[in-house]
């Protein structure tokens, strides 16, 4: 997995490629959490995403879940086929129901894609 932050203001991009699996989660934590840390809005491009597992999931409802308790934004910018398999495969999509109470702006069951995001 490589990963590359960029900073604008209080805007920040998180760009992910590779494969991001359970040998790199724990090196992602601190990224993703520093990451939300600098900035008020924090969207994640995953077109470079070769790989993707469940735990990359997980990661991602914990810090949805951790940026909606401190009112901050966390979104999906872009999307990879790798991602959306996953998503679907897990069960996430269509069947997952967020257990934050915060599913509107859920973006593993669908509702924070847009339409470029899906036929990526």
Not at 27 to 39: A, F, I, M, N, Q
Request: hydrophobic residues 40%; glycine residues 6%; negative net charge.
């Amino acid at each position: 997995m490589k990963w590359e932050f960029r900073k604008m203001d209080d805007y920040g991009e998180l760009i992910f490629s590779g494969e991001i699996t359970v040998q790199c989660i724990s090196e992602l934590l601190p990224v993703l959490s520093r990451s939300l840390d600098k900035v008020q809005r924090l969207a994640l491009r995953l077109e470079g995403v070769e790989c993707v597992d469940i735990s990359f999931l997980q990661l991602l409802c914990a810090a949805h879940k951790t940026s909606c308790r401190l009112m901050k934004e966390l979104t999906l910018a872009t999307s990879a086929p790798s991602f959306e398999r996953a998503v679907e495969e897990s069960g996430y999509l269509g069947h997952f129901r967020c257990p934050q109470g915060i599913a509107e702006s859920c973006f593993l069951n669908g509702n924070e894609r847009t339409e470029a995001e899906t036929s990526a």
